[in-house]
């Protein structure tokens, strides 16, 4: 027996067309899960900012692991600890790469532990006497915030465009959805290119 989704596809729809309240309910749960995931970022955020400690040293080793998104590691002369980084690394990439003997600047938060064995998380690395600016610093920090609810905001990003896209026709909810969903998906790719 074969599954026919197209035909799935099709009852579902005309079920959810004919059932608008339902429709709006499940239009407003995606829209939420996106408000849901920008709230939470953006105050962790806010929270990570306010208990930054600014740090300097030369470098002693800096590398990363392959791949499109990958995990940067930070060694300091005279320092016993490892620093850590998830970073973007495609053609679009904002993050400065650290060089042996370099002298740099960066920021870990306050109290926030170590990462399993790995180490702790650095945010904002750059040359010393090159600081980065407020702006890219909250979104790297913003980057390292969508850890815990990366899930919600695929359900939230997924659900909208393939459910309010698709089913919802009210002149309310669809341009907001395009508003929360442009907001959600600008915030991630800035904080994932930082």
Partial sequence: MKLNISLIWKKAKTFFLSHKK???LIGLFFIC?????????ISNTCHKIDNLEYKEGVVSYWNHT??????????????????ITQ?????????????KDETVTFYTVKHEV??????????????????????WLFFDILFSC????LIWWALGAIGTILFNFQIIRDYFILPLSIVVLGVSLLMFIMASIS
């Fill in 22 to 24: 339902t429709s709006y």
């Fill in 33 to 41: 899960c996106c408000l849901y995931v920008d709230y939470v970022t």
């Fill in 66 to 83: 392959g791949g499109e998104f990958n995990d940067a590691t930070l060694k300091i002369r005279n320092d016993t600890n490892v620093y």
């Fill in 87 to 99: 970073r973007y690394d495609g053609w679009l990439c904002f993050q400065h790469n650290g060089k």
């Fill in 114 to 135: 170590k990462d399993g064995k790995k180490g702790i998380p650095y945010y904002g690395l750059c040359e010393k006497g090159n600081p980065r600016t407020t702006l």
């Fill in 146 to 149: 969508y850890n815990p609810v």
